[in-house]
């Protein structure tokens, strides 16, 4: 069993940049895929950016490739999201996910293995 803590979250200007953690406890796994979702208020969850554990490959959604980073600590067994040039329109609570296989569009639809509990993002004009 996993457990997903997120930090980082915060208040931030239009432009600025914020870098999100996320680390897993408990049980260990050395494959599948770790990642970023995010919700605004009244909206359906949305995917973000995830990576292959193993291979370090990265994806991530239309709506923030070229701004925003995805990465992976193997010896923390800790994910982080490098968010630069933020908009309003980024402003969500941003929940970490992890899967222990790599079944990437499983993935990105919300089927994951485990959830954290949320790390609130605020972009003001």
């Known amino acids: 069993q996993v457990q997903l803590v997120e930090s980082g979250g915060g208040l931030v200007q239009a432009g600025g940049s914020l870098r999100l953690s996320c680390a897993a406890s408990g049980r260990s796994f050395g494959s599948g895929i770790m990642g970023w979702f995010r919700q605004a208020p009244g909206k359906e969850r949305e995917f973000v950016a995830a990576?292959?554990?193993?291979?370090?490959?990265?994806y991530y959604a239309d709506a923030v490739k070229g701004r925003f980073t995805i990465s992976r600590d193997s010896a923390k067994n800790t994910a982080y999201l490098q968010m630069i040039s933020l908009k309003p329109e980024d402003t969500a609570d941003y929940y970490c996910?992890?899967?222990?296989?790599?079944?990437?569009?499983?993935?990105?639809?919300?089927?994951?293995?485990?959830w954290g509990q949320g790390t609130q993002v605020t972009v003001s004009s």
């Open positions: 996910a992890a899967m222990s296989s790599f079944w990437l569009v499983a993935f990105m639809t919300g089927r994951v293995d485990y």
């Open positions: 990576i292959n554990i193993n291979a370090g490959s990265e």
